[in-house]
């Protein structure tokens, strides 16, 4: 199984806690992660995902393997710059979103246009006509990010 973690390339120490979360809960279940490739909430899932054994694959944006966080195991250059977002959730089965500004909610958005379940620990809720859309799947912790995912994978 292929798992999508998205989120800012800057993040919160508490998101950046969560993201390592998620990423070895990911690992511990046998599901390679796909993440963007760089820094913040991608760079803290990998290192989760490699402390316990995972697999990690970096989409990248641009043209060079270099640019890949250390946890990455498997780095996809691009050279599509922001483009690449609809890659990396594509590539997955479902997308856990932590946290995240607008790049990441591009990817939301390409993911649901997509119907790859998005999960969400701490990141946008989406409205449309002032009532909640419900089309993203809120989690409350990390392990419960992972259930939904599986969960949303299993029930397509």
């Avoid at 963007?36 to 402390?51: D, I, T």
């Avoid at 270099?66 to 250059?77: G, K, L, Q, R, T």
């Avoid at 856990?96 to 990817?107: K, R, W």
């Avoid at 969400?120 to 799947?137: F, M, N």
Wanted: charged share 20%; proline share 3%; glycine share 14%.
């Amino acid at each position: 199984m292929f798992i999508s973690v998205i989120g800012g390339s800057r993040c919160s120490r508490e998101e950046a806690e969560v993201a390592e979360k998620v990423g070895a809960e990911l690992a511990r279940r046998g599901v390679t992660l796909i993440c963007g490739g760089l820094g913040g909430v991608m760079a803290a899932a990998c290192k989760g995902a490699r402390s316990a054994g995972g697999t990690t694959v970096g989409i990248l944006p641009g043209n060079r393997r270099e640019d890949a966080n250390s946890y990455v195991d498997i780095p996809i250059v691009t050279t599509l710059g922001e483009a690449r977002n609809v890659v990396v959730v594509c590539s997955g089965q479902a997308v856990i979103a932590i946290g995240g500004e607008y790049g990441t909610l591009s990817e939301i958005a390409f993911a649901l246009r997509n119907n790859v379940p998005v999960i969400g620990l701490g990141t946008w809720s989406l409205s449309k006509d002032g009532h909640s859309d419900g089309s993203i799947i809120v989690a409350h912790d990390p392990k419960d990010a992972v259930e939904k995912a599986l969960a949303a994978i299993k029930s397509r």
